[in-house]
């Protein structure tokens, strides 16, 4: 794509932005619906924040839709989110597939019903190949059950005789974990106003940048997504340099 006249250097943007999307349940709460009457809301907000990392060459969104912890909400909240996860696919795959955009999810998926299950397989295949934006949906995703699978399977190739102890680094582990072939975030966002990770990237957030916002989640849209760039271009990336050290290896 050939950069319009006027439009603003993005080299220095995030590659790869991640985000938890709390506050729906407050959102609706303080229009005196009921909580699940956010959810819906929310999902509008991913429809805006998509097209908007898609507009913006983003590589990578990752957003945290349901975690490990979450079902321990009550049942029908529960269920009403599953519904709103399938037929929020059902409608959108499309869309995203004609926008180059790669589906794709992190998480435990045997939790969910075989019907959801089926439908995240397709999509992902159905958008497999495209090159634009990579949309990484955490579904049932918890950063300490990541790492304990990946201690399983890293586990089981040392019993099997295929890796010595010894050979058990940063990396053999990284790569055990999810999405291992995309790049770490370098934003993290979080709406709602809390200021937690709630079980999310634990690994991949190591030098992320964090950005956090008292907006609710269905109250975000393009100028939130160009306030958290903003805030995450005004940073300097260390990477336990000093910072004398980083301005002479950038000039
Ligand atoms: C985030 O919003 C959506 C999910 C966790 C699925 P919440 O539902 O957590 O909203 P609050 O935090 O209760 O307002
Ligand atoms: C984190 O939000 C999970 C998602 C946004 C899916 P929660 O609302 O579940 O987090 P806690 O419970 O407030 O930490
Ligand atoms: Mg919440």
């Known amino acids: ?18 985000i938890i999307m709390d506050g729906n349940g407050r959102w609706a709460q303080k229009r005196h619906l009921p909580r699940i009457m956010g959810h819906p809301a929310g999902v509008k907000a991913v429809k805006r924040v998509v ?3 898609a507009e913006q060459d983003i590589q990578v969104l990752t957003l945290f839709a349901f975690s490990s912890e979450n079902w321990r909400r009550p049942k029908e909240e529960v269920s009403k989110l599953m519904s709103l996860f399938m ?15 790669r589906l794709r999810f992190i998480g435990e998926r045997e939790e969910f019903s075989e019907k959801l299950q089926q439908k995240m397989a397709e999509s992902e295949r159905q958008t497999e190949n495209n090159t634009g934006l ?3 949906i955490a579904a049932n995703y918890g950063g300490h059950r990541d790492m304990a699978l990946a201690m399983q399977f890293i586990a089981q190739q040392v019993k099997d005789g295929k890796v010595s102890p010894e050979e ?13 072939d995309l790049p770490y975030p370098d934003l993290f966002i979080r709406s709602g106003g809390e200021k937690r990770i709630s079980n999310f990237l634990l690994w991949q957030l190591a030098y992320a940048e964090f950005h956090f916002t008292e907006k609710l989640w269905p109250d975000f849209n393009a100028q939130t997504m160009q306030d958290a760039i903003e805030d995450f271009l005004t940073r300097e990336r260390r990477f336990g340099r000093t910072s004398e050290q980083v301005q002479s290896l950038s000039s």
Not at 5 to 14: L, R, V
Not at 87 to 101: F, G, P, S, W, Y
């Open 1 to 18: 794509m050939q950069a319009e006249q006027g439009e603003a250097d993005k080299s220095h943007y995030p590659k790869h932005i991640a």
């Open 51 to 53: 097209e908007f990392c």
């Open 87 to 101: 037929a929020t696919m059902q409608k959108e795959v499309n869309r995203l597939d004609k926008n180059n955009i």
């Open 134 to 136: 990579t949309l990484v």
């Open 168 to 180: 058990i680094d940063e990396s053999m582990l990284a790569s055990a974990l999810s999405m291992p």
